[in-house]
């Protein structure tokens, strides 16, 4: 059998791909805590009170790019609006629509007769594959453990005026939104939408503008080439350098940015203020060392790291631990080193195949 650890979204769309390449949910194991593969995510984007997809046309859990959601919604809405926009890259699918999407590929393709209700928490190489915590020994197996958690500022995890954007909140008269990124600038936009006096953006830099949070390049076989040609020093500065907080250009942030700066409303400072909530849109924790059972795969295994990333293969797979007669993938967040937009549908969709086409090798 094939396993999967992690039933979210980078799990989901590797048991998808998996499909796709003709294994039957029975020679599939996916283990994990959600029945529902976004059921994280889901919560995530309804604390942000998010509306719309950063991700375009392709950023759906099919294992081909076509056809995507612009054509799913194009096709139920019968207009062409979508497909156009599309072309244009100025497609960003609706949360709802990605939602039933997932909802729709859950149902048809097996994933719960998949799914085995249980956290692994170790991973260790054994003769004839990997030793998934007492649940059995696998051949191939697909790591995709998510993002390691919430992170918030140190300086303001004592502070109870602090909430993270990604959990429940509601806002208060006078806001100070901590970051600079996507779910940063969407809370200054909420925060003035409930009608607060004074919104303070408190960064440490000014954020980039652009409308995928990786540029375009490195999700195409030239860029990924040129990035994977980098030595480990260069690499780890490149991959530090795409941390850097943006959000997309446009009239949606910055029409009503500027109508609540000129009224007193928004502002920007340098540190937080006396304000009566401070919301931390700081997004998660990085490196393999936050997670635990990333963490202790690589003490036990004595793997190769570079500053906090896990060093991958350009397929994804973990070097040491994939031979001819197994492989040790990874997809998700954690999996940076071998597709820098790996936190992404795209991402996923990219350690997926790779790990296919080796569980085809056999």
């Given at each position: 059998m094939i396993a999967v650890v992690g039933s979210g979204l980078a799990g989901f769309v590797g048991y998808q791909t998996l499909r796709y390449g003709g294994f039957e949910p029975d020679e599939i194991a996916v283990f994990g805590l959600e029945d529902d593969p976004a059921a994280v995510w889901r919560r995530r984007a309804a604390a942000i009170r998010q509306r719309e997809m950063r991700s375009e046309s392709d950023g759906h859990c099919l294992p081909t790019s076509f056809p995507g959601l612009a054509v799913r919604e194009a096709r139920r809405r019968r207009t062409l609006r979508p497909l156009v926009a599309s072309v244009c890259d100025r497609y960003n699918p609706s949360v709802d629509e990605f939602l039933a999407h997932v909802e729709e590929l859950r149902e048809r393709?097996?994933?719960?007769?998949?799914?085995?209700?249980?956290?692994?928490?170790?991973?260790?190489?054994?003769?004839?594959?990997?030793?998934?915590?007492?649940?059995?020994?696998?051949?191939?197996?697909?790591?995709?453990?998510?993002?390691?958690?919430?992170?918030?500022?140190?300086?303001?995890?004592?502070?109870?005026?602090?909430?993270?954007s990604y959990e429940p909140h509601g806002y208060a008269r006078t806001v100070t939104v901590v970051g600079a990124g996507l779910a940063a600038a969407t809370e200054w936009l909420n925060a003035l939408e409930a009608g607060a006096d004074e919104v303070v953006s408190v960064r440490r830099r000014e954020p980039l503008r652009r409308p995928l949070n990786v540029p375009r390049p490195y999700f195409s076989r030239r860029g990924l080439a040129g990035f994977h040609r980098l030595g480990p020093n260069e690499r780890a500065a490149l991959l530090r350098s795409l941390l850097a907080p943006s959000y997309p250009p446009g009239r949606r942030f910055d029409e009503p940015l500027d109508r609540a700066a000129a009224q007193g409303r928004f502002r920007v400072e340098a540190a937080v203020n006396g304000t009566e909530q401070v919301i931390c849109a700081t997004g998660f924790e990085r490196g393999f060392d936050r997670d635990p059972l990333l963490r202790r795969l690589v003490a036990e295994h004595d793997l190769e790291t570079a500053d906090h990333w896990l060093v991958l293969a350009p397929d994804s797979t973990v070097p040491g631990l994939t031979d001819s007669t197994r492989t040790l993938a990874v997809a998700g967040a954690p999996a940076q080193w071998a597709f820098p937009g790996a936190d992404t549908l795209m991402g996923a969709k990219y350690a997926a195949h790779a790990f296919l086409r080796r569980c085809h090798t056999r």
């Amino acid at each position: 059998m094939i396993a999967v650890v992690g039933s979210g979204l980078a799990g989901f769309v590797g048991y998808q791909t998996l499909r796709y390449g003709g294994f039957e949910p029975d020679e599939i194991a996916v283990f994990g805590l959600e029945d529902d593969p976004a059921a994280v995510w889901r919560r995530r984007a309804a604390a942000i009170r998010q509306r719309e997809m950063r991700s375009e046309s392709d950023g759906h859990c099919l294992p081909t790019s076509f056809p995507g959601l612009a054509v799913r919604e194009a096709r139920r809405r019968r207009t062409l609006r979508p497909l156009v926009a599309s072309v244009c890259d100025r497609y960003n699918p609706s949360v709802d629509e990605f939602l039933a999407h997932v909802e729709e590929l859950r149902e048809r393709s097996g994933w719960d007769t998949s799914l085995r209700r249980a956290r692994v928490e170790r991973v260790r190489a054994v003769e004839g594959g990997f030793e998934l915590d007492g649940q059995g020994v696998f051949r191939d197996v697909l790591l995709a453990p998510g993002h390691p958690g919430l992170h918030v500022p140190e300086a303001l995890r004592a502070d109870t005026r602090a909430v993270h954007s990604y959990e429940p909140h509601g806002y208060a008269r006078t806001v100070t939104v901590v970051g600079a990124g996507l779910a940063a600038a969407t809370e200054w936009l909420n925060a003035l939408e409930a009608g607060a006096d004074e919104v303070v953006s408190v960064r440490r830099r000014e954020p980039l503008r652009r409308p995928l949070n990786v540029p375009r390049p490195y999700f195409s076989r030239r860029g990924l080439a040129g990035f994977h040609r980098l030595g480990p020093n260069e690499r780890a500065a490149l991959l530090r350098s795409l941390l850097a907080p943006s959000y997309p250009p446009g009239r949606r942030f910055d029409e009503p940015l500027d109508r609540a700066a000129a009224q007193g409303r928004f502002r920007v400072e340098a540190a937080v203020n006396g304000t009566e909530q401070v919301i931390c849109a700081t997004g998660f924790e990085r490196g393999f060392d936050r997670d635990p059972l990333l963490r202790r795969l690589v003490a036990e295994h004595d793997l190769e790291t570079a500053d906090h990333w896990l060093v991958l293969a350009p397929d994804s797979t973990v070097p040491g631990l994939t031979d001819s007669t197994r492989t040790l993938a990874v997809a998700g967040a954690p999996a940076q080193w071998a597709f820098p937009g790996a936190d992404t549908l795209m991402g996923a969709k990219y350690a997926a195949h790779a790990f296919l086409r080796r569980c085809h090798t056999r």
